[in-house]
């Protein structure tokens, strides 16, 4: 008969195995949650900056990100966290008195005689005083006027041609549809104000057609942002980022949506792409980067990890102040490895900064 007898201490040591592995699953959640609850302590009640003292003094360091922790934690991070002094205030330059106006704006000069009679007098010098005007913005017509001459011969009519404009046809002249642009996306005017404007100046647009004019001068602009699209991906180092901007929509219930900007910044050559999207899925930097070779630095975002970690011809490099935050976060578990790793940073941040002070370029940095 076949030995069907139980090995209970095989069974309790399987069983005891699992309970161990339970347990210590439960402990890696549990310090998981600890982390996330300390986080937001910080964040509520903590003071709101976390520095390590400089290396070197004469060096600020950069304050990348806004942490505090809670008393308890203040008082067991003593020993290796500290508030750095606060950095000797540069000493304000001496006043060198009124403000010297630019010469290069036009002078118009206005000449004033003393009231009293100066028959027999000899001018023996001048005083001069410059304040600084504004004309007010005035709308005015540009009337072409083109004459029509009859060849002697008869052999028909001459006539001159008007120059080309963004609107053939049109009303606007390029220099009005290159001001509502300038004072929408450098400004910040929407056009409903720059009609309220242009109204009070004595001409009534139709929104619609202030917003045909609008994108026919972004027709006309597209090529230049198609070449600055080029020289920005054929960089080698690119900063990649996304921020929200909310978007007039009258077909949206709330009558605005979310949409995102896509910046893409090549510092070593101070260019900077921007490119709006109604999203922030992967469909933006998926279609911008698609021919892009180099290192690209972005930030947390998993939309960018999605879609160029394994990447042939990309190296996805991230974000310091992001990285250096979780060293932060991590202080009150293992004070010891943590500030290993912070105290190296900061002696990159010093760096920075003198090379900051020194008007370093991205070129000459990297070099």
């Known amino acids: 008969m076949e030995d069907t007898a139980t090995d209970y201490k095989l069974l309790y040591e399987q069983v005891l195995l699992e309970h161990k592995k339970a347990l210590a699953e439960k402990d890696v959640e549990i310090q998981s949650l600890q982390l996330e609850l300390d986080k937001y302590r910080r964040y509520l009640f903590g003071k709101k900056s976390e520095k390590l003292p400089s290396p070197y003094p004469d060096a600020a360091q950069t304050n990348l990100f806004e942490l505090g922790t809670t008393q308890q934690q203040q008082e067991e991070l003593s020993q290796t966290v500290e508030v750095v002094e606060k950095a000797p205030v540069k000493k304000r330059e001496k006043g060198t008195g009124r403000m010297l106006l630019p010469e290069n704006l036009r002078r118009e000069v206005i000449i004033i005689e003393p009231d009293q009679d100066v028959t027999g ?85 139709p929104a619609s057609t202030v917003s045909d004019w609008l994108m026919k001068g972004w027709q006309h602009l597209a090529p230049l942002w198609e070449l600055l699209k080029i020289l920005v991906i054929n960089q080698k180092y690119l900063q990649a980022d996304e921020t929200p901007l909310k978007v007039l929509d009258r077909g949206h219930k709330n009558g605005i949506h979310q949409g995102y900007m896509w910046i893409y910044n090549a510092p070593c050559d101070q260019l900077t792409l921007f490119d709006y999207r109604k999203g922030r899925d992967q469909s933006g930097p998926r279609q911008m980067l698609a021919d892009y070779q180099g290192i690209l630095q972005v930030d947390g975002y998993s939309v960018y990890e999605k879609l160029f970690s394994n990447h042939p011809d990309i190296l996805l490099v991230y974000c310091m102040a992001h990285a250096r935050r979780k060293f932060v976060d991590a202080l009150p578990y293992d004070k010891q490895k943590a500030n290993h790793v912070l105290e190296r940073m900061q002696r990159l941040y010093a760096l920075e900064e003198e090379m900051r002070q020194q008007h370093w370029i991205g070129s000459q940095r990297l070099g």
Not at 168 to 191: N, R, W
């Open 121 to 205: 007098c000899t001018i023996i010098g001048e005083e001069v005083t410059e304040v600084l005007d504004v004309i007010p913005a005035e709308l005015f017509v540009k009337r072409y006027i083109r004459y029509k001459y009859a060849r002697s011969n008869g052999e028909g009519v001459v006539t001159g041609s008007l120059p080309e404009r963004v609107i053939e046809k049109g009303i606007p002249s390029d220099g009005l549809i290159a001001q509502i642009i300038i004072d929408k996306y450098v400004f910040g005017l929407p056009l409903h104000r720059q009609i309220e404007k242009y109204k009070r100046l004595g001409v009534t647009f």
